[in-house]
């Protein structure tokens, strides 16, 4: 069973949902994954927005989730752990540089563009180049920030927009970029079982 955790900023709004809604739609396909929330900058103990709440009773979703905040205990727990934002994951991976290879952003894990997939890589590569260069002392060559800037150009967002403090309309246009994602990550996970 794969235990994937969300991670988003104060776990009331964006990461509880995506976690009830994997639990749900996971259920519904036979996926088995145990799915928990925590964010970066959350109080313990605070109840999810009305809103978040609302959207999910409007998926037959009913759980009363509390903010947690993201604690090492839940870091070494999950196989997978899916931020809501590039911001997020940036956090997650400076806290925690052990659990890097396992921190994604929810969008970018789920992304399934062979030419999206072949850019993350490449500019990967490219910042790992940049960062080994800086601590020698280097610079990155005309050509290799060129093809930085270009990469950069060109891809996509993978944050999910942050409804708080924002009308319900806010929270059903988050939720519904978390439940497409979430389809394609349920997708994903499904070929990796069964190869």
Not at 122 to 128: G, H, M
């Amino acid at each position: 069973m794969k235990h994937i955790l969300f991670v988003c900023t104060g776990n009331t709004c964006r990461s509880p949902m995506a976690e009830a809604l994997l639990r749900k739609m996971a259920m519904e396909r036979g996926v088995e994954v145990e799915a928990r929330s925590a964010g970066v900058a959350a109080m313990d103990g605070m109840s999810m927005s009305r809103h978040a709440e609302a959207v999910l009773r409007d998926h037959d979703i009913d759980d009363r989730l509390m903010s947690k905040s993201l604690q090492a205990e839940a870091v070494n727990w999950s196989d997978l752990i899916l931020t809501l934002t590039g911001g997020h994951k940036q956090h997650v991976i400076r806290s925690f540089p052990q659990a890097a290879d396992k921190v994604f952003t929810l969008k970018e894990y789920a992304e399934n563009d062979t030419d999206v997939l072949n850019d993350m890589a490449e500019l990967d590569s490219l910042y790992a180049t940049w960062e080994v260069k800086r601590s020698l002392g280097q610079h990155l060559s005309d050509e290799e920030r060129e093809r930085l800037i270009e990469i950069q150009q060109r891809m996509p967002s993978f944050d999910i927009s942050d409804p708080f403090g924002g009308s319900r309309e806010d929270y059903d246009l988050a939720a519904a970029e978390i439940r497409t994602a979430i389809e394609r990550l349920l997708d994903k996970l499904e070929s990796l079982h069964s190869s």
